[in-house]
């Protein structure tokens, strides 16, 4: 069993380019949902959901975002063209988590995007926790209105992030940390 605190201390981001094969297989993979979807979620609204692109599909979904950058760039030279069909292709397996805050007459549309948040970081650290690495990302096609409708992404949805999930070869390096004396204040102090 990982350490909770040891994990969290150490962990880091790993890009897609650097996220190979095996990713989690299905039962792996339901039990990450599983464990992403136990999130703080007031009035338990379930604000979220997930798509999981893996296979020929995600290819498929790959080379859609690699469509769309060149009907936007109409200029940019096949070389950007092919650097941006294969964002959504290096992972073995990318999960887009879909905010879907709604009116509620109690619930703050923005606690509700907050859970989305957090049910990104959730499954992050479970798939670390499992052994895997990944990285949460929206880039650019994140907001690109093709892309929401090739993804069925409906009307006052909103894309919290695709989670890119593989296996890495160790970590990346620590990064500096922000100082705990620039963002710390005590109330009545
Ligand atoms: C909502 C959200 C979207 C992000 N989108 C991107 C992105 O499109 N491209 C990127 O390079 N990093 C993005 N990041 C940052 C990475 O997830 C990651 O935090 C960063 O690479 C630093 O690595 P670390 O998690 O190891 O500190 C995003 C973070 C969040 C919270």
Redesign the pocket.
Known sequence: MTDTLALLKL?????PQFLAEPGPDERQLSELLTIAARVPDHGKLVPWRFIVFSGQAKARAAALVGEVFRKRNPQAPEDKVAFESKRLAHAPLVVAVVSRARQHEKIPQWEQELSA?AV??NL?IAAEAMGFSG??????F?FDSDILAAFGIEEGERI??FVHLGTADG??A??E?PDLATIVSHYGK
């Open positions: 962990r880091r981001s790993v890009p948040g990104c970081f992050l990285s949460w990302l929206t880039n650019w994140a919290a992030g970590r990346p620590d990064r940390r």
